[in-house]
T-cell receptor, first 110, second 119 residues
Framework: GEDVEQSLFLSVREGDSSVINCTYT??????LYWYKQEPGAGLQLLTY?????DMKQDQRLTVLLNKKDKHLSLRIADTQTGDSAIYFC??????????FGKGTMLLVSP | EAGVAQSPRYKIIEKRQSVAFWCNPI?????LYWYQQILGQGPKLLIQ????????DSQLPKDRFSAERLKGVDSTLKIQPAKLEDSAVYLC?????????????????FGPGTRLTVL
């Protein structure tokens, strides 16, 4: 397909791990990104992974990349209520144009 | 460091009216982007500036949308005349560069957006 695909909704309990999945479209994408959007706010870059890597860890965040399947995932360990937000997967095509998925709403309950 | 500033935060207009949005990027950022985010979707790039030149406006509906960045700093996006389907959040973002052909990381910093409602 031509769209970056994400599941629309994920609900977890505080302290659990969250895994948000994404399927991207362009095997030549150089970087893949995860952005976070809180209500009424713009997007904030959470983390990114270079296409020649298959894993990147950054504190509570782990990004896994499967280039063969064009699958990207974001794992958040010890999820907190402050992690409740919409998470966008994005890929870059060309020099710097970002193509975003529709976003996954993460709801963390106490 | 001050972030990307946008105004107004909210705007309600009737269809066929005109509206303009303003963006001031982070100081020193050469690249400025305007995105349209329709409810329930991810942001879609409308136009990208490098300094005061247009890099990509392939998805800008040029019959009604226009944008300028005259002095290579702040920018305005205008819609004239507005349609119901233009209801969305308009996000401005800036970055230091374009990422380059080898694909260097290009972190874009986003403003809070302007929520436009067209009645």
């Amino acid at each position: 397909g031509e769209d970056v695909e994400q599941s629309l909704f994920l609900s977890v309990r505080e302290g659990d791990s969250s895994v948000i999945n994404c399927t991207y479209t362009d095997s030549s994408s150089t970087y893949l990104y995860w952005y976070k959007q809180e209500p009424g706010a713009g997007l904030q870059l959470l983390t990114y992974i270079f296409s020649n890597m298959d894993m990147k860890q950054d504190q509570r965040l782990t990004v896994l990349l499967n280039k063969k399947d064009k699958h990207l995932s974001l794992r958040i360990a010890d999820t907190q209520t402050g992690d409740s937000a919409i998470y966008f997967c994005a890929e870059n095509k060309g020099y710097s144009t970002l193509t975003f998925g529709k976003g996954t709403m993460l709801l963390v309950s106490p | 460091e001050a972030g990307v500033a946008q105004s107004p935060r909210y705007k309600i207009i009737e269809k066929r009216q005109s509206v303009a949005f303003w963006c001031n990027p982070i100081s020193g950022h050469a690249t400025l982007y305007w995105y349209q985010q329709i409810l329930g979707q991810g942001p879609k790039l409308l136009i990208q500036f490098q300094n005061n030149g247009v890099v990509d406006d392939s998805q800008l509906p040029k019959d009604r949308f226009s944008a300028e960045r005259l002095k290579g700093v702040d920018s305005t996006l205008k819609i004239q005349p507005a349609k119901l389907e233009d209801s969305a959040v308009y996000l401005c973002a800036s970055s230091t560069g374009t990422g380059g052909p080898s694909g260097e990381v290009n972190e874009q910093f986003f403003g809070p957006g302007t929520r436009l409602t067209v009645l």
